[in-house]
């Protein structure tokens, strides 16, 4: 079969299943819909001999195999034409297959089908614990136009080579003050951290934690040194705010307080409280050091450095930072 045949066969199979999702509601449902769509396209292909199998892994890529054609099945209930789809990782990826093609079902407004080929349909990154690709019917300018490298291409790069194409195009669309906070570039059976499902509250942990992230953010953000009134021009909290909520889930409503307040600074009242906070969380400061991953320094510093550096490192940024007052001179001593 043919590229142009099957693209027929799918015209024919899209106008079928639009006058049944309009006739049968039971079709809107996901796997009622995907299963819909593999009985017709058996029936669309039986007099040519091709066998699809009725009985797929319910984790592989694409859903439907037809010789060396996979289809894709999405279905919305909204009256638009875009959804998220697989990992960019496509680690489950049946390799027999060489063209894929999406199927969607829009069961928002009036009920409709519609097929595209994936490459074209392909128009942006979004992050869950990985990322993953989004699709939309009729887009004006695939995602691996944006990226400059064919689908096919992109497709034999390894996850460190795609996952280079990905930040790029992330960065490139970040407003000032935000961050990236997916950084891995190993597939998702590889993967060693994903963010909690649930949203915790800072005040709520257990006194372990608290100092153990409060450590980790003092250390990405040498920033939270400097004077109260550098605020907007420094981000001076912004950064650890982000950090903590979108790596580990945590919100911190008041996080100057993480830093500054008496409660952190010991029982003393006046003078340095950042300084006397910085202090009693030393070693767990060191310990960051030594284990956070690579990727977080290159997107909070900038740069990585070897983890016997990262504590010298934080000292001269966090010079630059402080008024007044040298962390070099009290810190780490």
Same mark, same amino acid.
């Given at each position: 079969m043919t590229k142009r045949e099957f693209e027929e066969l799918l015209t024919k199979a899209c106008a079928r299943l639009t006058k049944e999702v309009r006739a049968n509601e039971q079709y809107h449902v996901p796997n009622k819909f995907e299963n819909r769509v593999r009985t017709v396209l058996v029936e669309l292909t039986h007099p040519l001999a091709y066998k699809i199998d009725t009985a797929p892994n319910a984790q592989a890529f694409p859903d439907i195999? /037809?010789?060396e054609f996979g289809v894709e099945v999405k279905v919305v209930h909204t009256d638009g034409w875009r959804t998220i789809s697989n990992s960019v990782f496509e680690g489950s990826r049946d390799p027999s297959v060489r063209y894929i093609y999406v199927v969607f079902g829009k069961m928002g407004g009036t009920p409709e089908v519609r097929w595209g080929r994936y490459e074209e349909c392909v128009v942006h990154v979004r992050t869950s614990h990985v990322p993953r690709f989004e699709v939309e019917i009729g887009a004006e300018k695939s995602l691996f136009a944006k990226f400059g490298i064919s689908y096919e291409? @992109?497709?034999a790069l390894s996850p460190h080579e795609k996952m280079k194409h990905v930040r790029s195009y992330a960065r490139g669309r970040l407003k000032k003050g935000e961050r990236l906070w997916w950084l891995e570039d190993k597939p998702e059976r590889e993967q060693e951290h994903s963010l909690p499902l649930e949203v915790r509250l800072y005040m709520n942990l257990e006194k372990a934690e608290k100092r153990q992230l409060r450590a980790e953010a003092s250390l990405l953000c040498p920033q939270i040194v400097g004077p109260s009134r550098a605020g907007k021009k420094t981000r001076k909290y912004t950064d650890?705010?982000? $950090?903590l909520l979108t790596y580990h889930g945590v919100l911190c409503p008041q996080? !100057?307080?993480? &830093? +500054?307040?008496? +409660? /952190?600074?010991?029982?003393d009242r006046g003078g340095n409280y950042v300084a006397r906070a910085l202090k009693d969380i030393e070693v767990e400061m060191k310990k960051a050091a030594?284990?956070?991953?690579?990727?977080? @320094? /290159?997107? $909070? %510093?900038?740069?990585? &450095?070897?983890? +016997? !550096?990262r504590i010298k490192e934080w000292l001269k940024r966090a010079d +630059? &930072?402080?008024?007044? %007052?040298r962390p070099?001179? /009290?810190? @780490?001593?």
């Open positions: 195999i /037809v010789d291409d @992109f497709c650890a705010t982000i $950090y996080t !100057r307080d993480l &830093f +500054s307040a008496g +409660s /952190v600074a010991g029982k030594d284990e956070l991953e690579d990727a977080l @320094f /290159v997107e $909070y %510093w900038g740069a990585n &450095f070897h983890p +016997s !550096r +630059s &930072f402080a008024k007044g %007052w070099s001179k /009290v810190l @780490f001593k």
